[in-house]
């Protein structure tokens, strides 16, 4: 059963960096059509993508936070990195990373992790 | 960027009765539209793609319907688990360009 799980710290301060990885089984980024989404939800408040990696490794983020945002992976460990600069209280919110299968359900997000609350505030 | 609209924001339909959830796109995106459920602290769970395919496992009384910018959801006979918020998802231009709607909570009646 594919499962993704999201781990990272709960609390940062403004300004600083968020590093959270997501951890996946069942399915690896080495096979062709395989991407791992990062999404976020403040709280009460609706859904965001965020960036995406494929198979091939390339990497790709929404405009609005291209100049914040990383994305890496370690393939052999089944991992997914998100770093997200100059965090602010506006970033508060949960961070879900979800799989994406291109040649499925292209487009779509089919399996998501039970995603990690992160605060901004000093 | 593609704006996603949805509406209404609540929709109250009793137990057994139809539900019908809407969401315009900004711009076409043919036929590239996802509906997602969310239940409270649960991630999203994937009901619809390709505007009108459904999911593996999603049960029959789930449909999506439209085109271009126009997209409709309906939820046939609601049942008492089916009272979640929903989202719409457009991916016309995937990966570049991946946008949601507000949301749409539907309550029972």
């Known amino acids: 059963q594919v499962t993704l799980r999201e781990s990272g710290p709960a609390l940062v301060k403004p300004t600083q960096t968020l590093t959270l990885t997501c951890t996946f089984s069942e399915f690896s980024l080495n096979t062709a059509g395989m991407c791992v989404n990062w999404i976020r939800q403040p709280p009460g408040k609706a859904l965001e993508w965020l960036a995406l990696?494929?198979?091939?490794?390339?990497?790709y983020y929404a405009t609005s936070l291209k100049t914040r945002v990383t994305l890496s992976r370690d393939t052999s460990k089944n991992q997914v990195v998100l770093t997200m600069s100059n965090m602010e209280p506006v970033d508060t919110a949960t961070y879900y990373c979800a799989r994406t299968f291109h040649f499925g359900a292209a487009g779509t997000m089919d399996y998501w992790g039970r995603g990690a609350p992160v605060t901004v505030s000093s | 960027e593609i704006m996603m609209t949805q509406s209404p924001a609540t929709l109250s339909v009793s137990p057994g009765e139809r539900a019908t959830v809407s969401c315009r796109a900004s711009?076409?995106?043919?036929?590239?539209l996802a509906w997602y459920q969310q239940r409270p602290g649960q991630a999203p769970r994937l009901l619809i793609y390709g505007a009108s395919l459904r999911a593996t496992g999603i049960p029959a009384r789930f449909s999506g319907s439209g085109s271009g910018t126009e997209f409709t959801l309906t939820i046939s006979s609601l049942q008492s688990e089916d009272f979640e918020v929903y989202y719409c998802q457009q991916y016309n231009n995937w990966p570049l360009s991946i946008t949601f709607g507000q949301g749409t909570r539907l309550e029972i009646k």
């Open positions: 711009q076409s995106v043919g036929t590239n």
């Open positions: 990696i494929n198979w091939d490794g390339h990497k």
